[in-house]
């Protein structure tokens, strides 16, 4: 994607400093901010504070924590150390347990002189990777606009739905739910977005939008409990979101209030999809809601906002009575049932295990 013309991805080794560099996401949409990460506390901090989110582009920075700590001690001990302090900074997630399994597996029976190099090139693959796995959500996701465009008449809008930020800003480039949308955008298709603020953090609101205005997709910024009456009102065409965790069997664990919009979204027959890339699949667990570890954040995203004053300074504002506690689940769970389908790079299945199965049958058990 691109910032004021010029191309950037959410995450890279800048060759010139020698360093991995991210954009520094707290500060969006008032200021852009590229930092760099030099050592594996920075990597932990970027993960755990949010710098960088979304479950593929946290998987992606772990890598890159890893082969920094290589350049720095490539001995097992510090291997071992580095997957459990990065571990550690996000449960949810699967990517980043992922890509730190992928990474220790890849190097354990490596000889340490050759560790850091292995280890750079290979995060770099992940995120190129990862990039390819967006783009081809993207065209797989694009047909299934296609095919609510040919039920309409020419020319006439499609109406997308989204909750929290899958764009490129939670992957490495493109996004997930958001790749469908651009390629639609690209290939012609009118596509409206109703970008959901997403409280607590409002990343709707602070990164989506962003987004949508940096693109040139017509779109607008709804509050969370909207989402209901424009659905009942045939103002949503289709909902597409993403995933952090998606089960073996299809349930799909994303940002706190996925599944209220999937409730109303299938009490108005409207389709709801997720798009995910395959490292986003926990081919472990069955049963989202009993199995998968929900991350309960701190008070203060709850009872303060963050966003800009009218004399132009960005502060931090409380929006509670003083004593007062909050509770933060960042997550939730969405039953299969609730799901439509699965947009993956390789096609779109059902939310089943038999589904997943299909695309997937080399992880399938």
Known sequence: MKVDGKHFRSIWFDDDSGTVKIIEQRWLPHEFRVVELI??????????????????????????GVAVQMSIDPSDASLDETWQVLHETRPTAINLRWALNHMRELLKPL??????????????????????????????????????AAKKKPGE???ILTHCNAGWLATVDWGTATSPIYHAAEAGIPVHVWVDETRPRNQGAQLTAWEMVGHGVSHQLIVDNAGGHLMQHGEVDMVIVGTDRTTAHGDVCNKIGTYLK?????????????????????????????????????????????????????????ICP??????????????????TGLITERGVCKASPEGLAALFPEFAK
């Open 39 to 64: 050592k594996r506390e920075d990597f932990a901090t970027a993960i755990r504070d949010m710098w960088v989110r979304g479950a593929p582009l946290i998987g992606a920075t772990a890598a890159y």
């Open 111 to 148: 000889p340490e002189s050759e560790r850091a190099s292995i280890a750079m090139r290979r995060a770099a693959e992940i995120c190129n990777e990862d990039v390819e796995c967006n783009r081809q959500i993207g065209l797989n996701g694009l047909e299934l606009i296609r095919e609510i």
């Open 157 to 159: 809008t499609i109406k």
């Open 262 to 318: 999937a409730l109303a979204a299938f009490d108005n027959n409207i389709p709801f999809y997720v798009a995910l890339p395959s490292p986003t699949i926990d081919w472990t667990v069955k049963d989202g809601v009993a199995e998968i570890p929900i991350e309960e954040r701190e008070d203060a995203e709850v009872t303060k906002v963050w966003g800009k004053l009218e004399d132009g300074s960005v502060a931090s504002v409380q």
């Open 322 to 339: 003083d004593g007062s506690p909050a509770g933060n689940p960042a997550f939730d769970v969405t039953p299969r049932r609730l799901v």
